[in-house]
């Protein structure tokens, strides 16, 4: 069988063959003094052109100039002029290759180039290897090698030969990582290790299938499922530190290898590369097991919190309605003795036709249904506690908790119940500390002088809970809960950037200086809009002694865009969904970004792959679309999209229509890219996706997750990621403006209220953006003014505490190290904004930022009521969110729109499917929008407002078909509708 290539002649072309370019001309074929003099030491005109071509390809692009190869006409008009020479007699030096041939030997010697021979293929397979465990495709690999040969004067080779050189590489790669991550193994851990790959006695499935899939709705019994699967993995006896042996790259590609590869697959591999897969994977696999039990605690432990506060609730009803009877029998009475009063009665007569037993006993019961623990969420949740009880004790003794010696007392006292649970012993000791313990909590933790158990327990638990969020405790194991300071830049290392130049930030002075300039930007806008507000001159806003009233904004679209969208959209062709991806990807390439995991090659069947990402995005599955599509088998499908498709592989394939919309010139009408919106679409959650889903109250009482997503002004869907459904937006805002990667240069940001925060206000003029969210109730909010700054008489109202400039100045260091770690990538914005808000107390770093947030949401705030502009741009950039969503939710339609995957990383790959569907649909919208309107001859003012969401004309049901012989010839579109009178005319 022919061995499957690597790398073709076209796809190195722009490598091998120079560019026609004008400025690369001028940059790789001038020659100098040096050169000229050289080259007049030919006899002949063409012997000096050939001499001097032949010279110019040694060093750019770095190779022989064939026998019988003519080069690119600009580049010989060039050279030729630069000679006095006519290119035509190019001819006459290609009939003689020995004269070629000895000009190259001459200027070898001269230049000292070499050939590329077998020690130069060892040397550099050397030098390529340790690359290759960091560079997984072969293309990038190809072009380090090639500029490394340039380097080094080495000619380079035919494609055949670097590709042998680029496969020789990555194998000795690959051999390099297995034998460091597999040496030392003991026998012992090599029969464990190939054991796992075994059935189990009870069960078809192996055990490293077992350890695989575990379960993932939070329970109590699944907690300890968690906790047996974590003990039989640290069994295995692997060192983590072997991780660090090998480059991190390399150890996540095989790790990435472990989680796919079938256990049948894995037992017929050769013994070292299949331990070192298992190695991998194993020590992987204990992260993995530590992070869900950890957070499915978590997780069962706010379930039963929020069963609590609605059993309270719906017993504070009962109660309400209780209450009432037993205060109308108080009330007759007490009205009893006022009239009594009121008359002249004796008061002691009075009291005698008082109904005492009745009275009695209506006071007993008001007595017991005000009782602290009868209407109270703590209650109900210690009364909850048996149904934890069993997962507390293995939980807690599973994992050696750590943190600093502020948490030395809730860790002694982690330390007791879990010894408790050890030993069997039941009473907690007198000595347990307590100093930790909430004032909410302490009069259901002692009773009567003594600790109550449940109590106790699930007081350190919730606490245990609270502080690994905040990173004030750690798990060592853990990637998810790790201390606060391990997710920064080390200090060193901070240092050495700060010292060496400015910061990849774009505040980079001291924070006197960041005061200085916000105080007078801050100072500046008290002044204009309390002049514009007294002048009764803020744009549809009023603001005066009964407070601050802004007005809805008036639609500015004209009437007419209506019927000119529908008339455009009448124009364009109907099409298949499937034809549509066909085209697109004829237009970009996407499919070409998803390549095989282990191998970095592409997909042999395009169709295949297009099936896959459609199942994807329109939430049909792999199961349904095999019956759907005809000529793709379940088993085709589902190997496809564990070998190919990736985040990675997503992420790229949106760029390339990203970039390619660009280029269309109908899009720079909606926008220059510099400005986008961010928001949330939930998803319900149903089928099995449901028992590991978050319910969040505001979207009703389904589970369910949110896909967040970053569109431009320009409509692109750049960024995409999914949330719980009860987590807050505000952490994921900078996320998708950090890590995209197309090409938008994004300067202003919109969201809504719920993607709002101080924080979010503080990190975002750190990054060079501004922030402009549509804040809800904006009436309601304070103005923080720097000490020292009046805010007027009309805006002293709004006004609330001062700035605390002594403490961002304290914290100003580590506010930049924080910024500095963002940037960089060491983590992330939402992972550091989630910490941050987790702190019961506000740490001083925590705080620094919100202060620094105050002072950049005042200054929003006032441009606020003085920008009309403002408010129209942030309103036009949340619609274009809501107008893609809406396509989304369209496109989302099999399995009634629900998401039904169980594991994260489907959940993941079904939003980045839809989202890169929608792209691409903006994209062949564009293109056809673009080439109807023209045809309307609409005009640009009116066509801006034409959005190339529509979905009418898509038929996005039926059999699935890839028709590629029907697609239109390269550089065509398809022939526009045209409208029915005509036609019928």
């Known amino acids: 069988m022919a061995r499957r290539r690597l790398l073709t002649r076209e796809a190195l072309a722009r490598h091998l063959d120079p560019s026609v370019d004008e400025r690369e001309i001028t940059r790789h074929f001038t020659l100098g003094p040096d050169d000229l003099d050289l080259i007049v030491t030919r006899r002949g005109d063409a012997s000096r052109l050939g001499f001097a071509m032949v010279m110019l390809y040694m060093r750019w692009p770095g190779r022989v100039l064939e026998e019988r190869e003519t080069p690119p006409a600009p580049i010989l008009a060039f050279v030729a002029r630069q000679l006095d020479l006519s290119p035509g007699i190019w001819q006459h030096y290609a009939r003689r290759d020995e004269t070629r041939r000895s000009h190259l030997a001459a200027l070898m010697r001269r230049h000292g180039y070499k050939v590329f021979d077998r020690t130069v293929f060892q040397d550099l397979t050397l030098f390529a290897m340790p690359i290759a465990q960091n560079v997984t495709q072969p293309s990038r690999l190809t072009v380090i090698l090639i500029d490394e040969m340039r380097r080094r004067k080495i000619l380079l080779p035919s494609v055949t030969v670097i590709e042998a050189l680029v496969r020789r590489a990555r194998q000795q790669a690959d051999q390099l990582v297995q034998d460091v991550l597999s040496a030392d193994l003991t026998p012992d851990i090599c029969s464990r290790l190939d054991g796992i790959l075994e059935r189990r006695s009870d069960r078809s499935a192996s055990w490293l299938s077992w350890l695989r899939n575990p379960p993932l709705s939070p329970a109590s019994r699944n907690v300890l499922r968690l906790l047996e699967r974590l003990d039989h993995v640290r069994a295995l006896k692997l060192d983590a530190a072997r991780a660090a042996t090998i480059p991190r790259m390399a150890f996540d590609r095989l790790n990435d290898e472990a989680a796919r590869i079938t256990p049948q697959h894995l037992a017929e591999l050769p013994a070292g590369r299949r331990h070192a897969i298992l190695v991998a994977g194993g020590i992987r696999l204990e992260e993995i097991l530590t992070d869900a039990a950890l957070t499915m605690m978590d997780k069962l432990l706010g379930s039963m919190m929020r069963r609590a506060e609605n059993r309270t609730r719906d017993k504070a009803i009962v109660t309400v309605r209780s209450l009432q009877a037993q205060l109308r029998l108080l009330t007759a009475s007490c009205r009893h003795l006022i009239e009594a009063r009121a008359r002249g009665i004796d008061s002691l007569s009075a009291i005698t036709a008082i109904d005492w037993p009745r009275l009695d006993e209506a006071i007993g019961k008001a007595e017991t249904l005000t009782a602290p623990e009868t209407v109270d969420r703590t209650a109900e949740l210690i009364d909850r506690h048996r149904s934890i009880r069993p997962a507390i004790g293995p939980f807690l003794n599973a994992f050696q908790f750590r943190g600093g010696r502020a948490m030395q007392g809730l860790l002694e006292a982690v330390w007791l119940i879990g010894d408790l649970y050890r030993t069997g012993k039941r009473r907690l000791p007198e000595t347990c500390p307590t100093r930790f313990i909430p004032a909410s909590w302490r009069a259901f933790v002692r009773q009567d002088g003594m600790l109550v158990r449940p109590a106790y327990e699930l007081c350190v638990l919730i606490q245990l809970r609270n502080r690994l969020r905040a990173g004030d405790v750690w798990v060592t194991e853990s990637r998810q809960y790790r201390a606060f300071d391990s997710y920064l830049l080390p200090e060193a290392t901070f240092a050495a950037m700060r010292a060496r130049g400015p910061l990849p930030l774009a505040i980079n002075g001291t924070a006197e200086a960041f005061l200085s300039q916000r105080r007078a930007t801050l100072g500046a806008a008290l002044m204009q809009v309390s002049d514009l507000a007294q002048q009764g001159k803020l744009p549809q806003v009023r ?12 639609a500015i679209t004209p009437p007419v865009v209506e019927d000119l969208r ?53 939430n049909l599955g792999l199961t349904r679309m095999s019956d759907t599509c005809q000529g793709a088998t379940l088993r085709q499908l589902a190997h496809l999209h564990d070998w190919h498709i990736s985040e990675t592989g997503y992420t790229e394939a949106l760029s390339r229509l990203i970039e390619a919309h660009r280029t269309v010139p109908l899009a720079a009408l909606w926008g220059d890219g510099t400005s986008s919106s961010s928001d949330g679409q939930q998803f319900h959650a149903g089928g099995r996706g449901a028992g590991i889903s978050d319910i969040n109250a505001r979207n009703g009482s389904e589970p369910g997750v949110s896909f967040y997503t970053h569109v431009s002004d320009q409509y692109d869907p750049f960024a995409t990621r999914v949330i719980a459904a009860t987590a807050g937006e505000a952490p994921y805002v900078l996320d998708g403006l950090l890590y995209h990667a197309t090409g938008l240069s994004i300067e202003e940001h919109y969201t809504d209220t719920g993607g709002a925060s101080d924080h979010v206000f503080g990190l975002m003029p750190f990054f060079g953006y501004r922030f402009a969210p549509r804040l809800r109730d904006l009436k309601e909010r304070k103005l923080h003014l720097l000490p020292g700054q009046l805010p007027g008489d009309l805006l002293g109202g709004m006004t609330g505490d001062p700035i605390s400039a002594d403490h961002v100045a304290a ?153 590629v012989e029907e697609q239109p010839e390269t550089g065509k579109l398809r022939p526009l509708r045209m409208p029915a009178s005509l036609l019928a005319a």
């Open 811 to 963: 914290h100003w260091d580590d506010v930049l190290r924080l910024t500095t770690s963002i940037r960089s990538g060491t983590v992330t914005a939402s992972a550091m904004l989630r910490k941050l808000a987790s702190y019961p107390r506000q740490n001083g770093l925590a705080v620094a930022l919100r202060e620094i947030g105050r002072v950049e949401r005042s200054i929003f705030m006032l441009d606020w009521m003085q920008d009309l502009d403002l408010r129209r741009r942030t309103q036009a950039g949340l619609n274009k969110g809501e107008a893609r969503n809406a396509l989304a939710r369209a496109l989302f339609f099999n399995q009634l729109g629900e998401l039904r995957d169980r594991r994260f990383e489907n959940q993941s790959y079904r939003a980045s499917g839809l989202n890169l569907l929608v792209a691409a649909i903006i994209l062949w919208n564009t293109r056809y929008l673009q080439s109807a309107i023209q045809s309307l001859g609409i005009p640009d003012d009116l066509a801006r407002h034409i959005a190339p969401l529509g979905w009418e004309h898509i038929s996005l049901t039926g059999d699935y078909r890839w028709n």
């Open 543 to 554: 603001l005066d002694g009964s407070g601050l009233v802004i007005s809805p904004l008036k």
């Open 566 to 618: 529908r008339a455009a959209y009448d124009r364009l062709p109907r099409v298949k969904i499937t034809d549509l991806l066909l085209e697109v990807d004829s237009w970009t390439g996407f499919t070409d970004c998803f390549t095989h995991r282990r191998s970095s090659r592409v997909a042999d069947d395009k169709n295949a792959l297009l099936t896959v990402i459609l199942a994807d995005g329109i």
